[in-house]
């Protein structure tokens, strides 16, 4: 299978700008490998909410349902209305996020490669939140079994199939928050059994945000709850650049959404410096989902040639601000694809 559609959420802020620059790799992708990509635009976020009176309309749903995969750039305010309606309406159960050196980008370390495997659908991002008389107010944490065995057990055969350390660290704080946390923590340790070549070992996760700066070299598979993630795969993207160097997945059993992990950054719309790799890296991500999903290995062998390109473009000299260098977001993109048609294979 060689022709995907693709529905296409653009999003806010630098999102068009770096959808612009996504759709000259896919491009480039398509004249490269035969692939075909069929891109579904649809509108959801700020701009959609101000212009439709809703920030994911029913026409942007029915396309993303007809579609193979989604890719999606950074939603501003509106995104909970988006991202999480969209990972619990399609059961985007695993975040998969991605920590590594590039060349050219100022890194802590130059061995740092980790990915953070997310819990996606429950905890506190429910948003069961509720007011009390005005004066007391109530957030209820769900942690379910079904939903911390899936995690974890997706976390092992992600650490199974990454060259490298083959390590999973849970992270929690079962000390504390002993039923929640302590359900998950219980459940990574029972799937753990079932990986006897992985490695595996947990931290509380105050000793996780430590220890990433400290020896951020030292991680391969964190697995953990849905708050913690976010937050730690944040603060582990300024070890390797800043976000714009991290790309995300939110992965179901049938069905998956690409995007970059940051915001909309409405303060840069429009100067075209924005770094596009965090975007780009998640169209990588995108075809190898689809190459594993479709045994399509034209899928598999464009994902490799983007990053190839990715980093030989860096090694080359060229960056965008945030780098050191004076490419614009679209410029970027352009080197990166000229990169990529280059390339033997």
């Not at 612009?20 to 959609?48: P, R």
């Not at 909970?80 to 309406?89: F, P, S, T």
């Not at 070992?201 to 953990?224: G, H, W």
Request: aromatic content about 6%; hydrophobic content about 40%; overall charge neutral.
């Amino acid at each position: 299978m060689n022709e995907y559609k693709i529905s296409l959420i653009p999003g806010d802020g630098i999102g068009p700008e770096l959808t612009e620059a996504t759709l000259k790799i896919l491009d480039a992708v398509q004249q490269k490998f035969g692939l075909k990509f069929n891109i579904l635009y649809a509108e959801a976020g700020d701009i959609c909410l101000e212009k439709r009176g809703v920030p994911l309309p029913e026409d942007s749903l029915q396309k993303i349902k007809e579609s193979h995969a989604c890719l999606k750039g950074p939603v501003g305010e509106s995104a909970a209305d988006v991202i999480i309606k969209l990972r619990l309406m399609f059961d985007l159960y695993a975040n998969l996020r991605p920590i590594k050196t590039y060349p050219a980008a100022v890194a802590a370390r130059p061995d740092i490669d980790m990915f953070f495997v997310r819990e996606n659908t429950e905890d506190v991002y429910k948003g069961l939140e509720y007011s009390i008389d005005g004066n007391t107010t109530l957030c209820l944490r769900v942690i379910t079994r079904k939903a911390c065995e899936r995690i974890a057990k997706k976390a092992f055969e992600i650490a199974r199939l990454r060259n490298g350390k083959k390590k999973v660290t849970a992270i929690h704080k079962a000390n504390v928050m002993r039923v929640t946390d302590g359900l998950f923590a219980s459940v990574c340790r029972e799937v753990s059994k079932q990986y006897p070549d992985i490695a595996f070992n947990e931290l509380y996760v105050d000793a996780a945000s430590m220890r990433l700066i400290k020896e951020p070299q030292v991680f391969d598979v964190l697995c953990t709850c849905n708050m913690f993630g976010d937050i730690l795969s944040d603060e582990a993207a300024q070890l390797v650049g800043g976000l714009g160097m991290a790309p995300g997945a939110n992965i179901g059993d049938t069905f998956a959404l690409f995007e970059p992990i940051h915001g909309s950054a409405p303060n840069r719309a429009g100067k075209h410096t924005a770094n596009p790799l965090s975007m780009i890296l998640a169209a990588k991500m995108m075809l190898d989902w689809l190459g594993e999903k479709y045994s399509d290995g034209k899928c598999i062998k464009a994902a490799s040639a983007i990053e190839d390109a990715v980093v030989q473009t860096l090694r080359s000299g060229n960056s965008v601000p945030d780098l050191g260098g004076n490419k614009t977001t679209v410029g970027m993109a352009e080197a990166i694809a000229a990169a990529l048609a280059q390339a033997t294979g």
